[in-house]
């Protein structure tokens, strides 16, 4: 068991990285289908929410990566844009 800790303490800040590039693969499928589907914000909360929590778990990142893919899916239509006062774009 000592082994383990030892091991685990070494290679802590790879471990870190490691789990950090898990969440941002997963990632990154549901930001480009936003990207793509006209839905940029929810996919980079669904991008910054994988990445966050890999480093709790590379399995809750895969969960919540397929939670907001299917969240973009969903969701029809693009976002509005955006317009200032005299209700011309920006």
Avoid: C, H, W
């Amino acid at each position: 068991m000592e082994d383990y800790q030892q091991l685990y303490r070494e290679y802590f800040y790879y471990i870190i990285i490691g789990q950090l590039l898990v969440g941002l693969i997963f990632g990154l499928i549901p930001f480009l289908l936003g990207v793509k589907r006209g839905k940029r914000n929810l996919g980079l909360i669904g991008l910054a929410a994988s990445v966050i929590t890999a480093v709790i778990s590379p399995i809750i990142s895969i969960i919540v990566a397929i939670i907001f893919t299917v969240l973009v899916i969903r969701k029809s239509g693009t976002e509005p844009p955006v317009v200032n006062s005299d209700n011309q774009p920006l």
